[in-house]
């Protein structure tokens, strides 16, 4: 069946430490796209990859897209309480279909 | 530029109910897609459209069904509620689909 899985599920950091989160699909991806949910809102945008082995920064956040574009990675670096929520990956499987990764959930203690 | 809305954000039915729920996408998006959020299967993707035409479908039962309207609105419906549907809806609008999404607040639905 079409799995985008996550790992880890559960994420509790320091502040100031490194985070990172890891996303496996079962097939190729045509892009994937990665999101953050804070506690009782919706998922917002983060940030699209498309090329196999492309790399993506946004000031702290680091993406990365696998050779073979069947896994991904978001890293975190000195991690701040406002970094707090689940990050999900989301692929392109096929046509007009994004499965969503299961999840992580980064807590940062103070 | 508006955010997507959805209407309404909680709803309380009982069990063999149906419920209507709405989505408005930011203007100019045409590309509409629905998601089902629980805390055990996660962000399960539901349906997409596109000029009022469904372009794709996920794993659920016909019970789940949707439609678009020309103005991009979107509608879904759910028939003969169970205890099991209780989630947070959520939709996302994108200019085309494969670009970013933008997601509304949700909508909560409890049945009990």
């Keep these: ?110 | 530029k508006a955010g997507v809305t959805q209407t309404p954000r909680y709803l309380i039915k009982t069990r063999g109910q149906q419920v209507t729920l709405s989505c408005s996408p930011i203007s100019g998006h045409r590309s509409v897609s629905w998601y089902q959020q629980t805390p055990g299967q996660g962000l399960q993707f539901l349906f997409e459209y596109f000029s009022e035409t469904q372009r794709n479908k996920g794993n659920f039962p016909g019970r789940f069904s949707g439609r678009q309207f020309s103005n991009s609105r979107s509608e879904m419906n759910v028939s003969t509620l169970e205890l099991g549907d209780s989630a947070l809806y959520l939709c996302a609008s994108s200019l085309a689909f494969g670009s970013e999404q933008y997601f509304g607040p949700g909508t909560r639905l409890t049945v009990t």
């Design chain 1, 1 to 110: 069946g079409q799995q985008v899985m996550q790992i880890p599920q559960y994420q509790h950091v320091q502040e100031g430490e490194d985070f990172t989160t890891y996303c496996n699909s079962s097939t190729t991806l045509s892009n994937i796209q990665w999101y953050k949910q804070r506690p009782g809102g919706h998922p917002v945008f983060l940030i699209q990859l498309v090329k196999s082995g492309e790399v993506k920064k946004q000031k702290r956040l680091t993406f990365q897209f696998g050779e073979a574009k069947k896994n991904s990675s978001l890293h975190i670096t000195a991690t701040q309480t406002t970094d707090v929520g689940t990050y999900f990956c989301a692929g392109l499987w096929g046509t007009y279909k994004y499965i969503f990764g299961t999840g992580t959930r980064l807590k940062v203690l103070a």
